[in-house]
């Protein structure tokens, strides 16, 4: 399954340097040649399924944004699947921060290869994030369990409403 990039407003381009954007968690900041790294996940603990990622590139000298880098994502499992890449895209309403998302198939450690290419030059650096198992049954689904519960005592209620509304009508016939 291959991977697509994505627009996700709604933050500021006035970003702190380690400010996390809503609904991510900063991974890591790494030297990627004559840049910084700076690579963010969504969702907080990533689950088997899409995950988005956000990446900040700056000058490692100045600490000043590149906002017309080409960076490319690959995501790597470390015991079973296909490397997943994504162009990562930014905005001109945004162009801090460079957006994509990979479709991370399986549990477990997955090596984030970031690759960068500026007016600065080159450069490229992996961190690791831990897939987690997404939740099907057991702790967490509370909710679905009293929806289901609800569901059923409705029609139940209406079942029984209406065998008693047939009931009566036959009893009123029969006199």
């Known amino acids: 399954m291959g991977a697509i990039g994505l627009f996700v407003p709604g933050f500021s381009a006035s970003a702190q340097d380690n400010e996390e954007i809503a609904g991510y968690t900063i991974v890591a900041e790494d030297p990627a040649g004559p840049h910084t790294v700076q690579l963010q996940v969504s969702p907080a603990s990533p689950i088997v399924g899409t995950s988005r990622f956000a990446v900040r590139v700056r000058d490692k000298v100045t600490g000043v944004d590149v906002d017309n880098a080409f960076v490319r994502l690959y995501a790597t499992p470390s015991e079973k699947g296909k490397k997943q890449y994504s162009p990562a895209l930014n905005s001109p309403f945004d162009p801090i ?14 090596a984030i290869d970031v690759e960068v290419d500026s007016e600065l030059g080159s450069g490229r650096t992996v961190m690791s994030i831990q897939v987690q198992p997404r939740q099907r049954s057991g702790s967490g689904n509370d909710w679905g ?19 008693r509304a047939h009931e ?7 006199r």
């Open 97 to 110: 921060y460079y957006l994509a998302q990979l479709d991370l198939e399986h549990v477990g450690v997955w």
């Open 145 to 163: 369990s009293g929806l289901f519960i609800l569901v059923i005592l409705a029609f139940a209620t209406v079942s029984y409403t209406h065998l």
């Open 168 to 174: 009566t009508e036959a009893e009123l016939v029969c």
